[in-house]
């Protein structure tokens, strides 16, 4: 699960970077922020999945280290 992290930075760095002049730095840094709240409360919201659903937990934790691993990748580029 930690390697999503890494995962996420790895395959978006680059064209992160590359529309930065489309974009914009200051939108990059609200859309970046938006991504790492989100994902923070969905791990907030995943103590509430049952045990018996660890598969569902489990993709949940992935997805949401994914998207926190775009969004850290969003202020590292734009900050």
């Known amino acids: ?7 996420a930075r790895v395959i978006f760095s680059t064209s ?6 489309k974009v914009g730095r200051k939108n990059y840094i609200i859309i970046g922020f938006i991504l790492m709240i989100i994902s923070t409360a969905v791990f907030g919201a ?3 999945v049952p045990v018996h659903q660890k ?3 489990f993709g949940l934790a992935l997805a949401a280290r994914f998207v926190q691993g775009i969004g850290g990748t969003i202020l590292q580029v734009a900050g």
Do not use: D
């Open 55 to 57: 598969w569902v937990f």
């Open 1 to 7: 699960m930690l390697a999503m992290y890494n995962t």
């Open 16 to 21: 992160i970077g590359a529309s930065m002049n």
């Open 46 to 48: 995943l103590y509430w």
